[in-house]
Nanobody, 125 residues
């Protein structure tokens, strides 16, 4: 069974930075996709960034492009580095992984099978 555990959320002033981490247990392989999503109060969960463990393209939502970076280490953790944070980035952030892997990097909620518990990011203006 795949399990994901996020950490790194918190309160930060606008313009500041945070790094979220997501530890995966239960299976890593090159084709597995990992993604970050977020959900603000009253809104649907939305895509932020994604990548395949084995490399390739790294799509980003337009709203975070050039400010956020997704990456991974060599063992079992992937990250979301968030710079120049804005108040509209305030949300619960979730990491996710798909079950079977894919040739392309999925960017929708329905394409992911495993989810973390979420971590709150609050950006004060």
């Amino acid at each position: 069974q795949v399990r994901l555990v996020e950490s790194g959320g918190g309160l930060v002033q606008a313009g500041g930075s945070l790094r979220l981490s997501c530890v995966i247990s239960g299976g890593i392989f090159s084709g597995r996709a990992m993604g970050w999503f977020r959900q603000a109060p009253g809104k649907e969960r939305e895509f932020v960034a994604a990548m395949r463990w084995g490399g390739g393209s790294t799509p980003y939502a337009d709203s975070v492009k050039d400010r956020f970076t997704i990456s991974r280490n060599n063992t079992n953790t992937f990250y979301l580095q968030m710079n120049r944070l804005k108040s509209e980035d305030t949300a619960v952030y979730y990491c996710a992984a798909n079950q079977w892997g894919s040739a392309n990097v999925p960017t929708t909620v329905d394409e992911y099978d495993y989810w973390g518990q979420g971590t709150q990011v609050t950006v004060s203006s």
